[in-house]
């Protein structure tokens, strides 16, 4: 059988990076992508920053507000997903000049299957050195490319050689490789798992290879078993392509934290038209909704339920989000966040019933006639009331 070849491409702090090719005046100085910190007072978090930021110590989901105090001195910008989104689509078109298996990640970085591709691009290292160049050339942007065997370890080594880097790791490298690298590298090893293996005196993935199969099984469960597969450089997982977002999801950050269940509704139900809205934008519905509640102290809870048929109506959507905090809230307690979430997905042009439902049909035209309203006049003109 041929060797898979396959290239984990991750795209350079990419939303601060967009930010400083449009507008030149920020190259060079510490970007910071997220919520208004409001002079050190801000509710949110960093979505990313760039490099010149990261070296006063800020970094993605940083607290915004701790991210100010860092550095007051750097440029604090909102999230512009609308133009990051075209950005990444113009990235994508050149992933698949070079292969049609492309597996999307997140919007930023992707798993491209380069096997057989030698003919048309040439060795692995050259055909990503191409991409690489392509995406400098025609985006004035940066990647960082690892290429191996097996998918892991691909991402592993784009991680290793950012920014901008390019590492490929062969097949008779790759425990060579990945033995010295801390415990926490390995897929599947969380924060609680890595501070369990440390206790076992397990620090790095070679001292985890080492281990029995059946005793790390006797101390994990199935997980051990796949950890000691990824731990000796073994990952049958394919890239899939045409892989579609497996979720869409809002979140909402309260300048001050509230118990207030009107607002708590209110907000909840704005969530709920978003996703409802996006969800419809991209052609889906979706059977499993979710909600994040967080409250002050950071500690946060999520619940989820599953429905028989699968919606993108905001009615649907907002029934099942007030069910669920109903049945999760406990009064007085203060909120700090609140996220929906619809996963699930279904295209929404799959026929679900041969006989039509007039209800349905009559919900369908009313959300297309509110999608048409913010369309023309914004995605303020029009919203449900409680």
């Given at each position: 059988?041929?060797?898979?070849?396959?290239?984990?491409?991750?795209?350079?702090?990419?939303?601060?990076?967009?930010?400083?090719?449009?507008?030149?005046?920020?190259?060079?100085?510490?970007?910071?992508?997220?919520?208004?910190p409001k002079k050190g007072?801000?509710?949110?978090?960093?979505?990313?920053?760039?490099?010149?930021?990261?070296?006063?110590?800020?970094?993605?989901?940083?607290?915004?507000?701790?991210?100010?105090?860092?550095?007051?001195?750097?440029?604090?910008?909102?999230?512009?997903?609308?133009?990051?989104?075209?950005?990444?689509?113009?990235?994508?078109?050149?992933?698949?000049?070079?292969?049609?298996?492309?597996?999307?990640?997140?919007?930023?970085?992707?798993?491209?299957?380069?096997?057989?591709?030698?003919?048309?691009?040439?060795?692995?290292?050259?055909?990503?050195?191409?991409?690489?160049?392509?995406?400098?050339?025609?985006?004035?942007?940066?990647?960082?490319?690892?290429?191996?065997?097996?998918?892991?370890?691909?991402?592993?080594?784009?991680?290793?050689?950012?920014?901008?880097?390019?590492?490929?790791?062969?097949?008779?490298?790759?425990?060579?490789?990945?033995?010295?690298?801390?415990?926490?590298?390995?897929?599947?090893?969380?924060?609680?798992?890595?501070?369990?293996?440390?206790?076992?005196?397990?620090?790095?993935?070679?001292?985890?290879?080492?281990?029995?199969?059946?005793?790390?099984?006797?101390?994990?469960?199935?997980?051990?078993?796949?950890?000691?597969?990824?731990?000796?450089?073994?990952?049958?997982?394919?890239?899939?392509?045409?892989?579609?977002?497996?979720?869409?999801?809002?979140?909402?950050?309260?300048?001050?934290?509230?118990?207030?269940?009107?607002?708590?509704?209110?907000?909840?139900?704005?969530?709920?038209?978003?996703?409802?809205?996006?969800?419809?934008?991209?052609?889906?519905?979706?059977?499993?909704?979710?909600?994040?509640?967080?409250?002050?102290?950071?500690?946060?809870?999520?619940?989820?339920?599953?429905?028989?048929?699968?919606?993108?109506?905001?009615?649907?959507?907002?029934?099942?989000?007030?069910?669920?905090?109903?049945?999760?809230?406990?009064?007085?307690?203060?909120?700090?966040?609140?996220?929906?979430?619809?996963?699930?997905?279904?295209?929404?042009?799959?026929?679900?019933?041969?006989?039509?439902?007039?209800?349905?049909?009559?919900?369908?035209?009313?959300?297309?006639?509110?999608?048409?309203?913010?369309?023309?006049?914004?995605e303020k003109s029009i919203?449900?009331?409680?």
């Open positions: 059988m041929m060797e898979k070849i396959i290239a984990h491409v991750d795209m350079d702090a990419f939303f601060a990076a967009i930010e400083q090719r449009d507008n030149p005046l920020l190259s060079g100085k510490p970007v910071v992508v997220g919520a208004d007072k801000g509710r949110g978090v960093v979505s990313t920053c760039s490099y010149e930021a990261r070296r006063y110590g800020i970094h993605s989901a940083m607290p915004i507000s701790q991210a100010f105090r860092k550095c007051p001195q750097a440029v604090f910008l909102p999230v512009r997903m609308a133009r990051y989104s075209e950005v990444s689509s113009q990235i994508f078109s050149i992933f698949f000049d070079f292969t049609p298996d492309v597996e999307p990640v997140s919007i930023d970085e992707a798993f491209l299957d380069l096997s057989g591709t030698q003919s048309l691009h040439g060795v692995p290292l050259e055909a990503a050195r191409k991409i690489k160049q392509r995406i400098k050339e025609t985006l004035h942007l940066t990647a960082s490319i690892g290429i191996a065997p097996v998918k892991m370890v691909a991402k592993i080594a784009s991680d290793f050689c950012k920014p901008d880097g390019l590492l490929e790791v062969r097949k008779e490298n790759i425990l060579g490789f990945l033995w010295p690298l801390p415990i926490e590298k390995l897929w599947g090893v969380g924060p609680k798992t890595k501070d369990f293996l440390n206790e076992q005196q397990i620090f790095t993935i070679g001292d985890l290879a080492k281990v029995r199969e059946d005793k790390l099984c006797d101390m994990l469960g199935e997980h051990g078993l796949s950890l000691y597969a990824l731990a000796h450089g073994i990952d049958e997982r394919e890239v899939e392509q045409g892989q579609e977002a497996k979720s869409v999801s809002h979140e909402h950050t309260f300048e001050k934290d509230t118990a207030d269940k009107e607002t708590l509704f209110k907000v909840l139900l704005m969530l709920s038209e978003k996703v409802s809205r996006r969800l419809r934008l991209d052609d889906f519905k979706g059977r499993t909704i979710s909600i994040k509640v967080r409250l002050e102290g950071f500690k946060t809870y999520t619940r989820a339920v599953t429905l028989a048929e699968p919606t993108n109506f905001v009615d649907d959507i907002f029934a099942n989000v007030k069910m669920l905090f109903t049945g999760l809230y406990v009064c007085g307690a203060k909120v700090r966040l609140l996220g929906v979430r619809v996963s699930g997905f279904h295209s929404q042009y799959v026929q679900e019933s041969l006989f039509e439902d007039k209800k349905k049909d009559k919900a369908e035209r009313v959300h297309k006639a509110v999608d048409l309203i913010k369309d023309k006049f914004g919203h449900r009331a409680l």
